[in-house]
């Protein structure tokens, strides 16, 4: 029985959407403890990592443009009235 290669991507698309994949489940796995922390806001998020917060997706956009490249990051709504789901920015 051979062993199973894990394929490393090489496309900087599918970099990209790795590293989203891993921010999404590394989001997933902290959901409650980012939830709490930033209930009412926006969250930029790259590399597992909180790099943006604020009133507006865009607030947090810019705090995450200034560590992370543009499209490389997460945004996610943390509100209890309605359940946004995360983009890519």
Same mark, same amino acid.
């Given at each position: 029985?051979?062993?199973? =290669?894990?394929?490393?991507? /090489?496309?900087?698309?599918?970099?990209?959407?790795? *590293?989203? $994949? $891993?921010?999404?489940?590394w989001m997933a796995? %902290?959901?409650a403890e980012l &939830?709490?922390?930033?209930?009412?806001?926006?969250?930029?998020? &790259? =590399?597992?990592?909180?790099?943006g917060t604020g =009133? /507006? *997706?865009?607030?947090? *956009?810019?705090? *995450? =443009?200034?560590?992370?490249?543009?499209?490389?990051?997460? !945004? %996610?709504?943390?509100? $209890?009235?309605?359940? !946004?789901?995360?983009? /890519?920015?």
């Amino acid at each position: 029985m051979s062993a199973v =290669r894990k394929r490393t991507p /090489t496309d900087p698309w599918e970099l990209d959407l790795t *590293a989203a $994949d $891993d921010d999404s489940a590394w989001m997933a796995e %902290h959901d409650a403890e980012l &939830f709490a922390k930033y209930r009412g806001q926006w969250v930029a998020v &790259f =590399r597992r990592q909180v790099v943006g917060t604020g =009133r /507006t *997706a865009v607030e947090a *956009a810019e705090q *995450a =443009r200034r560590v992370a490249p543009p499209g490389a990051y997460i !945004l %996610h709504a943390y509100d $209890d009235i309605i359940d !946004l789901p995360h983009v /890519t920015a």
